[in-house]
Structure formats: structure tokens, C-alpha cells
């Protein structure tokens, strides 16, 4: 049984135990939400601790100290998202965990009462989930296996607004969800992926004059929680530019590079893109990241 599936069957065990948390959601609602944490969102890849080669820790999911960051800006840790009431978001309200995701505030209680949360958690893409979609992660974080661990306070240099992303702003409607491209657009957005791989300038992403020319840096530096050898990386571009993008690569490359960190070379890809969870995405989410990454406009 590969990593994967043994971190899968310990949340289904955790939610198994823990069901009297998430006892108001259905089941499928549960389901859903694992789904979603556990491939496109990729909350574990920050938020779940990771052992020396990377790999995330059994049974200590989503518990926090996965990855920290030094930015200009913002030092700290990607804090516990478990239901542990003392150092997660047991204590949270449903409402609370929602406006958590989707506006960046946090409850008027418990650490750090009010003070947003940091930059890099990115809320500016996760406004884009549907109604059902945010109902479905908040009853999974529910169902999740309480895990106690203190995650130090973070530091918060310099205030900097949040940037908004422009599909995001637009919004999806489940009706969206049954187009191949808008479903791809939605996959992209509530993933964050233009948000990596797109230039930064002037303190500003340039979402709307080089969407996905790829180009920003990753580093040791910033990113800390990744095995030591880990070189950093320098994010791709991913339009459909037929020479400087991935305009000839197949929908098979694609995937690959996607679920497998392999590029079309063969040449092994880096985090922080997550791999490890986008291995788990239906082939049917796959195909619709794929058709929506054809539209993307080439840029060079």
C-alpha cells in the first residue's frame, strides 16, 4: 500500500472515530470534503508535518509545522486545522472556519483573536468554492482526527493587502461545474496554481498582463519544512505557449507532470507544487484542468 493510500485510510479512520463532531453532515458530505482537502486544495502540503524526506506524517494530518515561511512580510508556521479545542479549530463555529477560508479572518477568541491570517494562506482563490464545496471541507476538517500540537505565533513584519485573483472576483456557479473548461478554471483557482506560477513585480502578481508565464522563485530561504537537499525551484510556465509554455506537451504529459512531478523531458519536477495530493484527483477533474490550461493565453 503506497504513502497515499495509508495517510487516506487514517483520515477515514479519524473521521470514523470523530463522527459525533461532524454529526449534522452527511456522510457524503464528509466524503467530499476529504476529497477536495486531500487532492486539489492540498491543505496537507503546508499544513501536515513532513518527515525527513518530505513525505507527510501518519497520524499527524493537518495538525500544522508542515512548512513555514520568512517572507519580507509575514514569518511564521502553517498553523493546526485539526478539531483539537486547545492548539486547532475545535472551539470554531462552522462560520467561523468559513470565513477563516474564504475572507482570512479569524474568530474573536482564542490565539491571536481578529488578527487576520497570513498572506500566504490564500483566500483570495478559495472565495471561489461553491456553497457546497465549502460546506463539504468544513465537515471533513470536522470529522479529521484531533491532533494536539502547539505551532509557534507567527510574525507579522508588515501589513499587505490581499490581492484579488480575477476568476475568483468573477465566481463559479454549480452550473459551471458541468463545462470541461469552466470546471478546469474553478479546479485551477480554488488550487491556487496561477498564484505560483505567475510573475510577481512591484509587489504585485501580474494576473492580468502575464497569467501563468511562470518565473517566481521558491527557496530554502523562504520556504522551510522540505528535506534538506531540497534546491528550491523556480515555477514553470504552464500557457499554452507552444515553445516556452506547454502549448505541445499532451494531455498525458500534462497529467503526468501534474499527479507525478514529472515534466515532459523527463525530468523531475520540484515543490512546492503538490504532487503527492494532486495524485489522487479523478481522471474526470484531471481532464478539465487539462482543457482549461489550453485556454490559458501564450505568453513568452
Aim: charge should be neutral; charged fraction near 20%.
Amino acid at each position: 500500500m503506497n504513502v497515499f493510500l495509508k495517510l487516506s485510510s487514517a483520515l477515514v479512520v479519524g473521521t470514523l472515530l470523530h463522527a459525533s463532531s461532524a454529526s449534522a453532515a452527511s456522510p457524503g458530505a464528509v466524503e467530499h470534503g476529504s476529497y477536495l482537502v486531500n487532492t486539489i486544495l492540498a491543505c496537507g502540503n503546508c499544513h501536515t508535518p513532513k518527515a525527513a524526506d518530505g513525505r507527510p506524517i501518519a497520524g499527524k494530518e493537518l495538525s500544522g509545522g508542515g512548512l513555514s515561511f520568512n517572507a519580507p512580510f509575514f514569518a511564521g508556521t502553517a498553523s493546526n486545522i485539526t478539531p483539537d479545542k486547545e492548539t486547532g479549530i475545535g472551539n470554531w463555529s462552522n462560520d467561523e472556519i468559513k470565513r477563516a477560508i474564504t475572507q482570512g479572518a479569524r474568530p474573536d477568541h482564542g490565539r491571536l483573536a481578529n488578527m487576520p491570517l497570513a498572506p500566504v494562506m490564500w483566500v483570495a482563490f478559495y472565495k471561489a468554492m461553491t456553497p457546497g464545496d465549502l460546506d463539504a471541507v468544513v465537515a471533513y476538517l470536522r470529522a479529521v482526527q484531533p491532533v494536539r500540537n502547539v505551532v509557534p505565533l507567527p510574525e507579522y513584519k508588515r501589513q499587505i493587502p490581499r490581492q484579488p485573483y480575477p476568476d475568483a472576483e468573477k465566481g463559479f456557479t454549480e452550473a459551471d461545474m458541468l463545462n470541461p473548461v469552466r470546471r478546469g478554471a474553478y479546479l485551477a483557482t480554488i488550487g491556487h496554481c496561477m498564484e505560483c506560477h505567475t510573475p510577481f513585480k512591484d509587489g504585485k502578481t501580474l494576473y492580468e498582463q502575464a497569467l501563468g508565464k511562470g518565473g517566481k522563485p521558491y527557496g530554502p530561504d523562504l520556504v522551510k519544512g522540505y528535506p534538506a537537499d531540497w534546491p528550491g525551484s523556480i515555477s514553470r510556465n504552464i500557457t499554452s505557449h507552444p515553445e516556452a509554455g506547454i502549448g505541445r506537451w499532451t494531455d498525458a504529459e500534462i497529467k503526468r507532470a501534474i499527479t507525478q512531478g514529472v515534466a515532459r523531458d523527463g525530468q523531475q519536477l520540484q515543490p512546492p507544487m503538490g504532487f503527492y495530493w494532486y495524485s489522487g484527483l479523478k481522471e474526470a477533474d484531471l481532464d478539465a484542468i487539462v482543457a482549461w490550461l489550453r485556454t490559458v493565453p501564450p505568453a513568452e
